[in-house]
């Protein structure tokens, strides 16, 4: 049961561009939504989280937009930096948070 | 180092075989979680902890896999009798209760192959 789903296997842009990144759900439960980037041979690594009472939030160059009508949220990542390049995966999660959904993920590559 | 972690990094073994695997959290952190990654898919849940209490469980977890979690520190995941399907990335992950409960902190997994 695919309840996180990220269309795009990959994207890539150029340094200094915005890199959107996006990420549709399912379920009508889910309160909590994060990001998390990966890189290669490494675990994935917490980026950014949004709580369903809110519909966006930011962190520096990092910021996150949930539209609970459309059960759908993005990333945004400005600008775009050549070590940004990793795979991004979306998750989210109920209360009491026992559990979280990941979607496949998107490899993004930032060009010089 | 006060991440997570997790041993082996790499195991390669014979249909059939049992393996098991360790995963130590942060100290602090009362949460942990395992995931089992594919090539080109996101982790997918298997197990949860709170403390040495196992609350969630995959319905895709079959027989032949168990985790353990005494006393509520490191925790183990065992397959019993690995199929090649079993290859894959096993990640622990753990957090702690509180504002950032969700963020996640995971080790560098474990990587089975079975022949």
């Known amino acids: 049961d695919q309840q996180v789903k990220q269309n795009s296997p990959s994207l890539s842009v150029q340094e200094g561009r915005i890199s959107i990144l996006n990420c549709d759900y399912t379920?009508?439960?889910?309160?909590?939504f994060l990001w998390y980037k990966k890189y290669p041979a490494e675990g994935p690594t917490f980026l950014i989280s949004?709580?369903?009472?809110?519909d966006k939030n930011e962190d520096g160059r990092f910021t996150v937009f949930l539209n609970k009508s459309a059960k759908h949220l993005s990333l945004h990542i400005v600008p775009s930096q050549p070590g940004d390049s990793a795979v991004y995966f979306c998750?989210?999660?109920?209360?009491?948070?026992?559990?979280?959904?990941f979607g496949s993920g998107t490899k993004l590559n930032v060009k010089p | 180092d006060t991440g997570v972690s997790q041993d082996p990094r790499h195991k390669i073994t014979k249909r059939g075989q049992n393996v098991t695997f360790r995963c130590d959290p942060i100290?602090?952190?009362?949460?942990l979680y395992w995931y089992r990654q594919t090539l080109g898919q996101g982790p997918e849940f298997l197990t949860y902890?709170?403390?040495?209490?196992?609350?969630?469980k995959s319905r895709l977890l079959s027989d032949r896999f168990s985790a353990e979690r005494p006393k509520g520190s490191f925790s183990t995941l065992e397959i019993q009798r690995t199929e090649q399907g079993d290859s894959a990335m096993y990640l622990c992950?753990?957090?702690?209760?509180?504002?950032?409960?969700?963020?996640?902190?995971f080790g560098e997994g474990s990587r089975l192959t079975v022949l």
């Open positions: 902890f709170q403390n040495e209490a196992q609350l969630e």
């Open positions: 998750a989210a999660s109920a209360y009491p948070f026992n559990k979280f959904y």
């Open positions: 379920n009508s439960m889910f309160d909590y």
């Open positions: 992950a753990s957090s702690r209760d509180g504002a950032n409960t969700g963020e996640l902190f």
């Open positions: 949004i709580s369903s009472i809110k």
């Open positions: 100290s602090e952190h009362n949460r």
